[in-house]
């Protein structure tokens, strides 16, 4: 009886479970979330709670592989951001798809179109940008189904060609996807089942048409690792590496995708960091005499010579890894590894001749399968495995140094053999070949601000709020909405923003907590200032002994919003130079007045803790605030007030009704 | 009491929090997640903000108090900031973020330390303001709002919270 998860489990299970979270796919989809921004992990979590998705959230990469392999089939796709302390998104990407071949949707602050390209690239099947909506969180089952579909689809087609058809297989992955993808792919699988029918004869092999997916342990990869380099990485094909696995119950199909991954993050090792190529050339050092001569090499013909049988697997590799070593003095990114890339974009565009299709990937991957199992294949599985993490490493370490500036971006400026991309072109490669042409320290940067053009604006206008301070605090009323540009992220947030629909039912509404209206700029020209005074009328509260109490308060209040306003201002302009320091005045200024306000209100104490953590940075500690800004709006425009700027926008003559 | 006139007043003031620029629509999208089952969800994230957002300014401060700044690691910084305050609306943080990353690339240290001053103002702006907010919320839940019904006038939440809001109201009026 498998145990193994439920959205690939069989219909024939007795997993009853599962069955009922079949019937109702999406919901109960298993999801696991890595991010180390605590708020964005909880806000997400809460996301696809509201989805019906199973959610499991991680704030640190290792921890959440550590999920993944203590519970291979207890996750059906992966969320997971892309710049994170320990690891690079991208690295925790590609690991997972290698060792547990699961969806992986990327998300991050950083929509540059590099970053993004980043992702697709390593394997990602989605990319959101934060802020995530709920809305795009919805629809991430269609990844979980359509990955499925994929790998049947490649297995049947490598099945078909290979000896004509394993119809368990076939059959296996017919029924589990339809298991799997009920509401959906319904349609698709009977259509399916109705082209092979007459194919399948043998239900009755319980042991593969109930096995979902393979689960790829470390020992079982570790195996396979072995084998793989018994056999050297030319002749490593499926079959034989099965064979050399000896593993009950494990089918060629899984082997052969399992290797095709495999390559594809070899590849990605040996080419993302730079120090590598040092790696590589330290590897093969003591060969480096031998092999001088044959450094000026391309990796393609090295390649062909391979296949003419003139160099040994081996010899190969180890030459391309010499004229890797060499040819790049500069960046150590290889030439070739560029080339390498683009023959597993190979894989991906699923160029496949049967075994043959080990062929081109294979020499192409020659130099990393060698370099990281050593040259001669008498290494140890164990020794194996440990230079294969001591990469992991290496490539962890450059990666995390470089983030977003590794050398995938650099490699874009490698120059680019015109021959080998002619080549590869040819056979239609996607666009991985495109160079990424960004000097070096952009990284990720530039993207974040040259795409949405209206928050550059309203960044723009941020840069000089004394040009919105003065505005907003000179109009005596609530600036009428829309017109003063004072308000700039407002109107530009227009376009994106205004179609989430606005909880008008909550206008004055009492249920549950009181969650105030929340109306869309458009919605507010209502908000006037006579509004206050209207309300004010309203307030039936206005007994003598009240209001005197609250005279007294003004009284004391005015005064010290006359001296803060001084004083405010003075030191805004003697901390206008002084760095990171002082000028913070908002807050502190609202958290104090509310604290002059507390001793009446009895308004809960924590404003002051955070006016003392407050003076930990900041050395200014004001007095009070007009708080009355806080509430009134009258005059909220001047919040911001650039240091730099004059204080005339908290001038007390500014506030009114 | 007038419980309508104060919700109506909370309302305006969340309403202007949104028409000022500080918060955007993705702070619609949190409150839209909050219900019955999770009724503190908005306070909770806005909380987990903060907390992370004073670290996170602490470190951003003295990264680029340093002789020589490492901007990469203040990028990411900001970067980190930037994400966590689109996550929770905080619109003017974000566009702050937005420039101070550009500043960074274009390793502009004065312009960096401006920016850096500027989002903190934005930030505790902001952090000031949902604190109102949620205090004033708070204080005119219904159930908080039913309790203090039971007690005399002179000495629940609430009517400190009528005269808490009409002294505002009254000394703009005053003034």
């Known amino acids: 009886m498998n145990q193994s998860g439920g959205k690939g489990s069989m219909l024939t299970s007795s997993r009853k479970s599962n069955e009922v979270v079949l019937d109702q796919f999406p919901a109960g989809l298993r999801v696991l979330v890595v991010d180390d921004d605590p708020t964005c992990l909880k806000i997400v979590e809460k996301m696809l709670r509201t989805c019906h998705y199973e959610v499991t959230t991680c704030n640190r990469a290792e921890s959440a592989l550590a999920s993944l392999q203590a519970n291979r089939n207890g996750f059906d796709i992966v969320i997971s951001d892309v710049h994170m302390p320990d690891m690079d998104g991208f690295k925790l990407l590609e690991r997972i798809g290698l060792e547990m071949d699961l969806p992986v949707i990327m998300m991050s602050a950083d929509d540059g179109k590099q970053v993004v390209m980043k992702g697709v690239t ?3 099947c989605d990319y959101l940008i934060k802020p995530i909506r709920i809305e795009e969180l919805k629809n991430i089952w269609q990844h979980v189904v359509r990955k499925r579909k994929n790998e049947w689809k490649e297995l049947e087609q490598s099945v078909s060609i290979e000896d004509g058809g394993d119809r368990m297989q076939k059959q296996f992955e017919d029924v589990d996807y339809s298991s799997s993808a009920n509401e959906v792919g319904n349609w698709k699988s009977s259509k399916r089942r109705k082209d092979e029918e007459d194919e399948f004869e043998d239900k009755d092999d319980t042991s593969t048409l109930k096995k979902p997916r ?22 490593a094909v499926p079959k034989k590496i099965l064979e050399l696995m000896n593993v ?65 697997a081996q010899r190969l590799s180890t030459l391309q890894a010499m004229s890797f070593a060499r040819s790049s003095p500069k960046s150590g990114q290889p030439v070739p590894m560029v080339d390498q890339r683009n023959v597993f974009s190979f894989n991906n565009s699923k160029f ?59 490699r874009g400026s490698v120059r680019f053999p015109p021959n080998m991309s002619q080549t590869l072109m040819s056979n239609g490669l996607p666009g991985g070949l495109l160079p990424r042409c960004m000097p070096a320290g952009n990284g990720r940067g530039l993207g974040g601000y040259t795409n949405p053009v209206s928050q550059t604006t309203s960044s723009a206008s941020l840069t000089f709020p004394m040009n919105h301070g003065p505005e907003l605090s000179g109009s005596n009323s609530f600036p009428p909405l829309g017109s003063p540009p004072g308000i700039p992220s407002l109107t530009q947030k227009g376009p994106s923003k205004e179609d989430i629909p606005v909880n008008s039912d909550a206008k004055g509404s009492t249920t549950g907590g009181i969650l105030p209206g929340y109306y869309l700029p458009n919605d507010l020209q209502q908000f006037q200032s006579n509004d206050w005074e209207l309300q004010n009328v309203g307030l039936a509260f206005n007994s003598p002994q009240n209001t005197s109490s609250l005279t007294g308060n003004l009284e004391n209040a005015a005064p010290l919003f006359v001296q803060q306003g001084i004083s405010s201002g003075s030191m805004r302009n003697s901390s206008s130079g002084g760095g990171s320091k002082g000028s913070f ?14 001793s009446s209100v009895r308004i809960k104490s924590e404003t002051v803790a955070d006016t003392s953590y407050q003076n930990v940075l900041y050395t200014e500690h004001f007095g009070q605030e007009d708080l009355m800004s806080a509430l009134l709006k009258q005059q909220e425009g001047i919040g911001p007030v650039n240091p730099e700027f004059d204080l005339d926008g908290y001038s007390v003559d500014n506030i009114h009704v | 009491m007038e419980l309508g006139l104060m919700q109506r007043r909370l309302e305006d003031y969340t309403k202007s929090l949104f ?8 702070f619609l999208q949190l409150q839209q997640l909050q219900d019955e089952s999770n009724p503190g969800f908005v306070g909770e994230v ?130």
């Open chain 1, 585 to 598: 005045v908002e807050g502190s200024h609202h958290q104090n007045l509310s604290s002059v306000v507390n």
């Open chain 1, 122 to 124: 390593h394997g990602a």
């Open chain 1, 214 to 235: 393979v689960v790829w342990s470390v020992e079982l990869h570790q195996q396979f690792v072995a084998a793989v380099n018994q056999l050297g990485i030319d002749k």
């Open chain 2, 46 to 175: 806005v909380s987990l903000f903060f907390d992370d957002s004073e670290k996170l300014l602490n470190e951003l401060t003295s990264a680029m108090d340093q002789q020589i700044v490492d901007f990469r690691k203040v990028d990411s910084y900001v970067h980190q900031f930037k994400g966590s305050s689109s996550s929770i609306g905080a619109q003017r943080i974000k566009n702050v973020c937005i420039l101070f990353r550009k500043y960074i690339e274009e390793q502009n240290i004065e312009a960096c330390l401006r920016c850096l001053q500027q989002v903190k103002q934005e930030y505790y702006h902001v952090k000031s303001k949902l604190e109102t907010l949620f205090r004033v919320t708070s204080l005119l839940n219904p159930i908080v709002l039913k309790e203090n019904l039971k007690h005399p006038l002179g000495t629940d939440s609430l009517s400190n919270l009528c005269q808490w809001l009409d002294y505002f109201a009254n000394t703009s009026l005053l003034l």
């Open chain 1, 248 to 312: 009950p119950g494990l089918t060629r199909e899984n082997v052969a995708s399992h290797l095709q991954k495999y390559r594809l993050y070899l590849r990605r090792l040996s080419g993302v960091p730079q120090h590598q190529g040092g790696i590589n050339a330290s590897f093969m050092g003591t060969q480096d005499a031998t092999f001088s001569p044959i450094s000026s090499l391309t990796g393609l013909d090295l390649r062909a010579l391979a296949v003419a049988g003139q160099l040994p």
């Open chain 1, 352 to 410: 496949k001749t049967g075994e043959g299709q080990l062929q081109q990937p294979n020499l192409g991957s020659n130099n990393q399968m060698n370099l990281l199992h050593g040259i001669p294949t008498t290494m140890e599985p164990k020794q194996l495995a440990e230079l294969h993490q001591s990469f992991e490493n290496m490539s962890n370490m450059q990666a995390s140094v470089s983030p977003s500036n590794s050398p995938l971006m650099h």
């Open chain 2, 19 to 26: 028409m000022e620029g500080l918060l955007d629509a993705q």
